[in-house]
């Protein structure tokens, strides 16, 4: 079950999603993002960084695949990912911890340009570009701030992962991952 929030959230993630702009989601729009990330943060592509987020970002989409393509047509419809995404990260369950975690991990250590094993607000802010959000270096800021769970300045894989599972449940209007991807 979703609200208007939810569901305008679940819709500009799509579109975020579906690089090709066709309407549906497949391992070619997958595979996209994981490329203009790579390249929008200069990791080359034959690095064990790059491998590593290539085969997250794989492991991703089959599990994603799986769980949301419930009519077996090789694409995710607007519809089959609002439903599937709903319940995958509400519930969390086995796919979520098996490939989102991972996955995220291996982006982290591309955006960890100083491999101190934490987020940056500089990182942040280059990961935002890198992910052609809409937001500005202000609203990048205050977001930022206000993933930082425990205000220590910097950004762990747990307080992201909070950040984006609250993206795809959450119902509150003021909850910092809403603006993962620009204002609503």
């Given at each position: 079950m979703t609200n208007d929030l939810l569901d305008r959230k679940l819709e500009r993630?799509?579109?975020?999603?579906?690089?090709?702009?066709?309407?549906?989601?497949?391992?070619?729009?997958?595979?996209?993002?994981?490329?203009?990330?790579?390249?929008?943060?200069?990791?080359?592509?034959?690095?064990?960084?790059?491998?590593?987020?290539?085969?997250?970002?794989?492991?991703?989409?089959?599990?994603?695949?799986?769980?949301?393509?419930?009519?077996?047509?090789?694409?995710?419809?607007p519809?089959?990912?609002?439903?599937?995404?709903?319940?995958?990260?509400?519930?969390?369950?086995?796919?979520?911890?098996?490939s989102l975690r991972p996955m995220m991990q291996a982006i982290l250590t591309v955006v960890d340009t100083d491999n101190d094993g934490r987020i940056s607000p500089e990182e942040f802010h280059r990961a935002q570009e890198a992910f052609d959000t809409e937001l500005s270096p202000d609203e990048a800021e205050a977001l930022f701030r206000r993933i930082d769970a425990d205000g220590d300045g910097t950004l762990t894989v747990d307080e992201l992962l909070d950040a984006v599972r609250e993206y795809y449940t959450g119902s509150d209007q003021d909850a910092p991952g809403n603006l993962f991807f620009g204002e609503l």
């Open positions: 993630s799509f579109n975020r999603l579906d690089a090709d702009g066709n309407g549906v989601i497949d391992a070619k729009d997958i595979f996209a993002l994981g490329a203009r990330m790579l390249t929008a943060l200069s990791e080359p592509e034959d690095s064990p960084k790059a491998d590593a987020v290539i085969q997250g970002i794989a492991n991703f989409w089959q599990d994603l695949f799986t769980e949301l393509d419930t009519d077996r047509d090789s694409v995710v419809t519809e089959e990912y609002k439903v599937g995404m709903t319940r995958l990260y509400q519930q969390g369950g086995p796919a979520y911890d098996r």
